[in-house]
């Protein structure tokens, strides 16, 4: 006689993760935890008890991705568990879903997990059998990521100490809270023996870390390191994998660490990767200081004269803000000029569009959408030739790369200048007959290029 086949007895747990990477590491977290705790974690509305919704609330379009996330998981499943960035404005979400069964903002795991226990409850206790391995396997305990194995983002500090007039941030995340400098040294170990090969640095403010703990020092492997982004990038530096900078505000503290980008361990690695994520959001000192931004522009120009000429390969992406009230045909002429001038590898760029809740919002003299979206238009072009050819400059010299995926023939790869998600790749057109493997690292002949990608093949040594 054949036996019915037995059910999972654990609570199972769906989740649905939106909004930037800072959420991303919010979503790792409650997953672990749910793991640790026993529940089973399931990819289906209708397997699951419960699902939890970690929402994003930046700007109105992610707004209305989150309700509609909410309305999806209440009419397949029923019992929903909100939280993250929209969780602030939990009028919002009860006006449109008044019968989720829990609401509580960014990083608090603590509301996710009680909400879970009250309608799921665990079926262990986890504190006698189910805490995570920690001294016969240390490097299997690095939790739960979304990310694919060989990299990660490892979140220094949350909120943020200034208050950019467009950027509602600080009053949904708070004040700047940094991780003490050992914690995340020790984190970032585990992830690197538990396979990861690029750690992705993440923040609201990455250059002001450690402000709010007034740079305590604390022992990580026999020795004592600052709680400061340059000793922070120097720890990290002898994990022997890639560290690449995520949103570093602009201060002077940051030509600190340009140093270490030109540098090679003994590893053969960069100590810290050729790369500096660093938002200028604008050129015009007036539009910066109604942004409540630094607005010093020529020194901004010297200075990225100087960080190339200590560190020539450097990558600086940046993102803007066109359209900002009161921005005039000038003003935006000199954000141009500026971008001809800087010849920034990467840039992200938005028409200015008003947040709910953002001081900005009550300046005068708005520019119409029409204009708003034809001056994109016309920075896009002009940084796309300057894209082009930056990465055009870049053909028939090698490129150390680190595999992320083997697509027939081809090896999907990304060089240093390329982080995950938004910015190029690199196609090894023999990945495949190389044996590459996702996770690898490998130097490429670039052999073509176009706006955003590069072309190569593996290059070997004879
Ligand atoms: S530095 Fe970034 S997170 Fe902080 S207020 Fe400005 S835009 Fe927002």
């Known amino acids: 006689m054949t036996q019915p086949i037995a059910k999972s007895a654990s609570p199972r747990v769906g989740f649905v993760s939106l909004g930037c990477p800072k959420a991303l590491v919010d979503s790792e977290r409650i997953l672990t935890q749910l793991k640790v ?61 008044p019968g989720v069964l829990s609401i509580s903002g960014p990083q608090d795991y603590a509301s996710v997990m009680s909400a879970v226990h009250s309608a799921l409850p665990p079926k262990h206790d986890p504190f006698v059998d189910l805490v995570p391995r920690r001294h016969s396997d240390e490097a299997a305990d690095v939790g739960i990521k979304l990310t694919p194995k060989h ?12 208050r950019c007039s467009f950027c509602i941030i600080p009053s949904m995340r708070g004040d700047l809270v940094s991780r003490p400098v050992d914690q995340v040294l020790r984190e970032a170990e585990k992830l690197a023996m538990g396979g990861v090969r690029e750690l992705l640095v993440i923040s609201q403010d990455t250059s002001a870390y450690g402000v709010d703990l007034r740079y305590a ?27 690449r900078l995520h949103y570093v505000y602009p201060y002077p503290h940051v030509d600190d660490v340009i140093p270490l980008m030109a540098e090679t361990g003994p590893d053969g690695m960069r100590r810290l990767l050729p790369y ?101 238009a016309r920075f896009m072009e002009l940084q796309a030739d300057i894209s082009t050819a930056r990465l055009e400059a870049k053909v028939g ?66």
């Open 37 to 97: 705790e026993g529940y089973d974690l399931v990819p289906s509305y209708d397997d699951a008890d419960v699902v939890v919704v970690n929402t994003c609330g930046f700007i109105d379009s992610a707004v209305a991705e989150s309700l509609d996330a909410i309305g999806e998981a209440m009419a397949e499943n029923g019992k929903v568990i909100v939280t993250g960035c929209l969780g602030k404005r939990e009028e919002v979400i009860r006006e449109a879903h």
């Open 151 to 162: 990299y990660a983002y490892l979140k220094i500090s949350e909120g943020c100490n200034h």
């Open 217 to 243: 020092e604390r022992e990580w492997r026999g020795r004592a390191w600052q709680t400061r982004m340059k000793a922070l990038c120097e720890g990290l530096s002898e994990l022997g994998i890639w560290t």
């Open 276 to 376: 500096l994520d660093i938002p200028f959001q604008h050129a015009n000192p007036r539009i910066l200081k109604l942004m409540k931004r630094p607005g010093a522009v020529d020194r901004t120009l010297e200075r990225i004269r100087r960080w190339r000429e200590i560190c020539p390969d450097i990558t600086i992406r940046s993102t803007f803000i066109v359209g900002f009230p009161g921005e005039t045909d000038g003003e935006f002429e000199q954000l141009l000029d500026f971008l001809e001038e800087a010849q920034l590898d990467r840039v992200g760029a938005f028409a200015y569009s008003p947040v709910e809740g953002a001081a900005a919002n009550g300046l005068p003299d708005p520019v119409p959408e029409e204009l708003k979206q034809e001056r994109l």
């Open 397 to 462: 010299t090698v490129q150390r790369c680190l595999v992320d995926a083997i697509d027939g023939e081809l090896a999907i790869a990304r060089s240093m200048a390329d982080a995950p998600e938004i910015d190029g790749l690199v196609q090894i057109q023999n990945g495949f007959e190389a044996g590459l493997k996702p996770g690898e690292f490998v130097d490429v002949e670039i052999l073509g290029s176009d706006e955003h990608d590069l072309y190569g093949e593996v290059a070997f040594d004879d």
